[in-house]
């Protein structure tokens, strides 16, 4: 996840704050219930180290290709890679010019944040189908991963030249002119992809940080509250990004509301004390520093030196 705009040697909790797309596979695969290996059958790094006679009571009851990819879906799915991929592989032995296994071979690589053996399995996609638009989005996905950004770019752009419907392909180039600081080409992409997609938190959160980094605070506000008018995991995220905003609009309390939602009270106070403390208007930022520690004097050390750091910056200012 990305960090915007996070205020040098200020002690805060919150940060203006993108978000990717959690499910890069298309299953429903997430990061907390991938397993690459089994306690006793670990998945080694590197893949040219894999066994070659691996066999399961599992596998010994796979009798056909249909069965093969309906295990290796299933295991997929569930978020069990290493299963996953014997299935793919056995497989691919028998037919390995299978483009539709290839390519859920380098998804599951980019599930399991293998990423260059995920670009080598999409480039072997593209080698029998140069126009094979999700392998580029893939590929783009896992470029995305190394940081390789410039790359990733032109693989996306790539993938919806072949397929304008692919709105994650959007949010990932809205998300990499993000970074660059070129928001208007941000908000044309995150606009696309909400015309695609458009029951879609995330992209209107990710719309919102590009408004608010481009100083459009009013619009940065309408993306947020859209945002959450969907079901999401993010909605905490969300919730954050919306009181970072209209606490810098002075809707305080608005903004502590928002902040309570992703956080507790005194999170919500200190959040606010710190906008302040980064405005430079020192008398506010320590009285809500204070209502944080008179809601729990014995709260986060990180709190207690926001305080400390503000009276010391307005005695410095006095």
Not at 5 to 11: A, T, V, Y
Not at 135 to 158: D, H, M, R, S, V
Not at 193 to 209: Q, R, T
Not at 261 to 288: P, Q
Request: negative net charge; charged residues 25%.
């Amino acid at each position: 996840m990305a960090r915007i705009m996070k205020p040098e040697k200020i002690f805060c909790i919150f940060w203006l704050t993108l978000i990717l797309i959690t499910n890069l596979t298309g299953c429903a695969t997430t990061e907390q219930n991938v397993r690459w290996a089994k306690m006793d059958n670990p998945f080694p790094q590197n893949l040219n180290n894999f066994p070659d006679n691996i066999t399961t009571d599992e596998l010994d009851k796979v009798q056909s290709l249909e069965e093969l990819e309906r295990h290796g879906d299933l295991n997929f799915t569930q978020g069990n890679l290493y299963m996953a991929y014997i299935h793919y592989e056995k497989f691919l032995k028998i037919d390995p010019d299978n483009i539709g296994i290839l390519y859920k071979k380098g998804q599951l690589f980019l599930a399991g944040k293998l990423s260059d053996d995920a670009v080598t399995a999409f480039n072997t996609v593209l080698e029998k189908d140069g126009e094979h638009s999700q392998a580029y989005e893939g590929k783009g996905k896992a470029l995305f991963q190394t940081k390789k950004y410039e790359t990733a770019e032109i693989n996306f752009l790539k993938a919806v030249e072949l397929d304008p419907a692919l709105w994650q392909s959007y949010n990932f180039l809205g998300v990499i002119y993000d970074y660059r600081k070129e928001y208007d080409k941000a908000i044309e992409k995150y606009r696309r992809a909400i015309s695609i997609k458009p029951d879609n938190e995330i992209i209107y959160n990710n719309l919102g940080v590009s408004y608010s980094l481009s100083g459009q605070y009013d619009n940065a506000v309408k993306a947020f509250r859209e945002a959450l008018t969907y079901s999401s995991d993010s909605k905490d995220k969300t919730y954050n990004n919306l009181g970072l905003v209209l606490s810098r609009l002075g809707q305080d309390n608005e903004a502590f509301k928002a902040f309570r939602h992703s956080g507790d009270s005194v999170s919500a106070y200190n959040n606010l004390g710190c906008v302040y403390l980064e405005k430079g208007d020192y008398d506010k930022a320590i009285d809500y520093f204070e209502e944080a520690v008179n809601i729990s004097p014995l709260c986060n050390t990180l709190v207690l030196e926001n305080l400390k750091k503000a009276r010391l910056l307005k005695e410095r200012a006095d």
